[in-house]
């Protein structure tokens, strides 16, 4: 008996029903249900979705959560892993059956199954473009699909519900899936709700918000197929990248970089982090006029990205620029005026100034110096370079004596370490597809790391060079000239 149930579209709640009545005797069964609609679709009726079983088996509702008004993309996290059975009966509209399979997958159980319901919809009079659940059906990679024989009752000849074991091949070579997204799409955002929803309900109404979110658990699952075991790094996810872009980019990728960092910020909000941490700073959030400003510099393509670690308290803590120290921001890029609105809970030893901060952050001054001794000018290296952070967050910790001290992503709690790298890896992918580098050169081992994992399947080179911090003693004897030469030998510069 599958231990962890998710049930994607619940309506009016019958197949919770079902669900709840057949694992009640199972004490290490329960039932997770996501649907779009906060109340049920059908009309008629205030009630909320699922409420048949509030109405109906109320004893049942404590192996039941259930989760409304959104897409499962806002919830699948909340849900965890190791999910053994995933039912599928949503909305039965191409792409949604196949994106929500997706963002799913990541989560499932290995050698886990799925159900799906309407799979043989387009038979019927009228449905015959309903095709979204034979799409994924009929595209997954499996080693079994179950179709029981249909009865009396059921669309002459054809079953209409189907079951596919979830195996490492589905994830190996989820391009399939990808691929279906070639097929036309039958609703997009916002357009088609009242024709195909006549009662007026909401769904698919939330233009890219909630699309937006699902593109992000892809790319995670993106991820996670090629890089658990470190294998096919170039062929399913990048197979897989090339055909979400072909289907989905008009719709649904916003490659403005801003847009990429605002959504990145509004995420790591949410986040919590326990002991050592004593302070969080948002640079993105108080700075923001810094980076629009910094952002400008970012049109066309960029031939080489220089990944950071995340905000330093001097630099971009002060100014939200990457490496921003206070000299380059204003001698070399030419920001002169940001208006920053400090956090209110600022820790007395870091306090945030703007450009009236007093201190120089070394990282930066290093970092900046060398790219404005080697081009001269901010447009000469800004033509094919560009400076990303790869986290948002400035993190404040007590240290086991009692002082205030910087602390760097890999110092946090794992699991909130992990969180944190789940949004921020997402966000490079992101960035790397607006920006289209050949080269993303990690500045420091763990920039280099997560851009090693984040990025498998890019068409990108990745490297890296010292970090430019005195907290590395390899940095505090000619950094410029080690790092000009490991950029050389690498064939970056020349």
Known sequence: ???????????????????????KDFTQSHLFSADYCEKYYGGGTDKLSGYLVDEKFPELKDKWKVYRGGDVSRYVESVGGDIDLLVLDTAHIHPWETLNFLCVLPFMKPDSWCILHDVSLNYLKGRENDLACRYLYGHVVTDCRIMPAPDENAIPNFSNIGAFHITEDTRKYSANLFESLLCTWAAVPGVFDKKIFPHGTPILAQDLDDIRK?????????????????????????????FFFSACKIYLIMNNLLDIFQRLCDEAETLRFSPPVVSVYNPLRYAWDGFRQYAKFSHGRKRVIFLGINPGPWGMAQ????????????????????????????????????????????????LWGLFASRFGS???FFSEHFVLNYCPLLFIGRTDKGSIRNLTPDKLDPSERERLCRICDSA?????????PDYVVGVGNFAYTRAKFALIGQRVEITKILHPS???PKANHDWAGKTERTLIEAGIWH
């Open 1 to 23: 008996m599958p231990a962890k149930i998710l049930e994607v579209g619940v309506a009016c709640g019958g197949g919770s029903a079902i669900i709840l009545n057949a694992i």
């Open 214 to 242: 699902i593109i992000r658990r892809i790319f995670r699952a993106r991820n996670k197929f090629s890089g658990s075991k470190r294998q096919n790094k170039t062929a399913s996810a990048e197979i897989c990248g090339g």
């Open 319 to 366: 100014t939200g620029i990457p490496f921003g120290e206070i000299n380059a921001v204003k001698n070399f890029m030419g920001i002169n005026d940001i208006s920053i609105s400090p956090p209110d809970s600022q820790n007395v030893s870091y306090p945030v100034r703007g450009l009236e901060c007093g201190r120089s952050e070394v990282s930066g001054k290093r």
């Open 378 to 380: 901010a447009e000469r």
């Open 428 to 436: 490079l992918i992101e960035a790397v597809e607006s920006l289209k």
């Open 470 to 472: 005195p907290a590395n």
